[in-house]
C-alpha cells in the first residue's frame, strides 16, 4: 500500500499565503501523477493542480496565476504554494497520487491513493 500525508493547512486572512505539502510513502516503483483536489462545504471535490513525473503541469483556472504546484520525485514529495488566497478557496485540500508499487508478494500493482486531508480557511 501507499500512503499519503499531507500538511501545512491553516486559517489565514485574505490576500494571504499557505504552503501544502504531501509525502508519499511505502514500497513505491514509481508515481506517474500527483494532485491537489479540494472540496468546499456543499460541494463536489474538484482538481486543484497536478503534475505528472516529467514536470507537466495542469492547474484549474480559478487558481492560475496564484498557485503553483511543484513535486520532488526523489522523496515522493509534492507541494502546493498557494498565493493571494480568497475566501473561495476555502476547503479541504486533499493530495492525490498515482503510479504503482510492489505489493507484499513483490508484485507491481497499481495504485491510486488519496491523503487524509487538511483544512485550508481563508477569511476575509
Known amino acids: 500500500q501507499v500512503q499519503l500525508v499531507e500538511s501545512g493547512g491553516g486559517l489565514v486572512q485574505a490576500g494571504g499565503s499557505l504552503r501544502l505539502s504531501c509525502v508519499a510513502s511505502?514500497?513505491?516503483?514509481?508515481?506517474?501523477?500527483m494532485g491537489w483536489y479540494r472540496q468546499a462545504p456543499g460541494k463536489q471535490r474538484e482538481l486543484v493542480a497536478d503534475?505528472?513525473?516529467?514536470?507537466?503541469?495542469g492547474t484549474a483556472d480559478s487558481v492560475k496565476g496564484r498557485f503553483t504546484i511543484s513535486r520532488d520525485n526523489a522523496k515522493n514529495t509534492v507541494s502546493l504554494q498557494m498565493n493571494n488566497l480568497k475566501p473561495e478557496d476555502t476547503g479541504v485540500y486533499y493530495c492525490?497520487?498515482?503510479?504503482?508499487?510492489?505489493?507484499?508478494?513483490?508484485?507491481?500493482?497499481?495504485?491510486?491513493?488519496w491523503g487524509q486531508g487538511t483544512q485550508v480557511t481563508v477569511s476575509s
Open positions: 492525490r497520487a498515482v503510479g504503482n508499487y510492489f505489493s507484499n508478494r513483490a508484485v507491481l500493482t497499481p495504485f491510486d491513493s
Open positions: 511505502g514500497t513505491i516503483f514509481s508515481i506517474n501523477s
Open positions: 503534475i505528472t513525473k516529467d514536470g507537466n503541469t
